[in-house]
């Protein structure tokens, strides 16, 4: 049990309606970053967030997502107008305020849009 | 970007030892790198973190010859419990030297049989 907790763990719903996903970090970790895993390959970062502020998310893969983090502890990941390409795997990771590449994930959100 | 290629798949016997090695050609002279572990349905899982020389943990060891072009990491006494997906990957600094966004390729399916 890594303690970063993402909710809800499966989520099915229809093309072109909006979904929304929950990560609790580690207590105290004060960076934390979302990511994309599609079958057969491996996470892809979307962004990230130090604190309250969202430092990188040019690699959101279009403008219907959108991330937040507003009092810099959980965060929210918005799709909106859902497409069956976004059926994926929706992880979170979140680690300490150093720079570090040991990243701690969560056990991700299942989307599957039909 | 620093990019890693490894092993699509591996197959081992239970309490053989399983080395699995990772090329980086173009590694950074401040990027670590970082083996990840990942089971079916959940989140990628840190296993170890090296810069150079040889590194060892509870679970794995990782060694990294001086040109760092390459690593290798062992897995000692393999069980069925260790099939799993392994990643090989380097840190990408994100803007304002304030973060790392992992950058996952598709990993090596490690396959273990009794």
């Known amino acids: 049990d890594t303690g970063v907790s993402q909710d809800p763990r499966h989520k099915i719903t229809k093309r072109g309606q909006n979904v929304t996903f929950r990560c609790d970090p580690i207590?105290?970790?004060?960076?934390l970053y979302w990511y994309r895993q599609t079958l057969g390959q491996g996470p892809e970062f979307l962004t990230y967030?130090?604190?309250?502020?969202?430092?990188?998310k040019s690699r959101l893969l279009s403008d219907r997502f959108s991330a937040e983090r507003p009092k810099g502890s959980f965060s929210t990941l918005e799709i909106q107008r859902t497409e069956q390409g976004d059926s994926a795997m929706y992880l979170c990771?979140?680690?300490?305020?150093?720079?570090?590449?040991?990243?701690?994930f969560g056990p991700g959100t299942r989307l599957t849009v039909l | 970007l620093a990019k890693t290629t490894q092993p699509i798949s591996m197959d081992s016997y239970e309490g053989q030892e399983v080395n699995i090695t990772c090329s980086h050609n173009?590694?950074?002279?401040?990027?670590?790198i970082t083996w990840y572990q990942q089971f079916p349905s959940q989140g990628p899982r840190f296993i170890i973190q090296?810069?150079?020389t040889k590194v060892t943990n509870e679970v794995a060891s990782l060694f990294i010859p001086a040109d760092r072009k390459s690593s290798t990491l062992s897995l000692p006494r393999v069980s069925l419990s260790d099939t799993a997906v392994y990643y090989c990957?380097?840190?990408?600094?994100?803007?304002?030297?304030?973060?790392?966004?992992?950058?996952f390729g598709k990993g090596t399916t490690l396959s273990v049989s009794s």
């Open positions: 990771a979140s680690t300490p305020g150093v720079s570090t590449d040991t990243q701690y």
């Open positions: 207590s105290e970790h004060n960076r």
């Open positions: 967030f130090q604190n309250e502020a969202q430092l990188e």
């Open positions: 173009n590694i950074a002279t401040n990027d670590y």
């Open positions: 090296g810069y150079k």
């Open positions: 990957l380097v840190g990408v600094s994100l803007a304002n030297q304030a973060g790392t966004a992992l950058i």
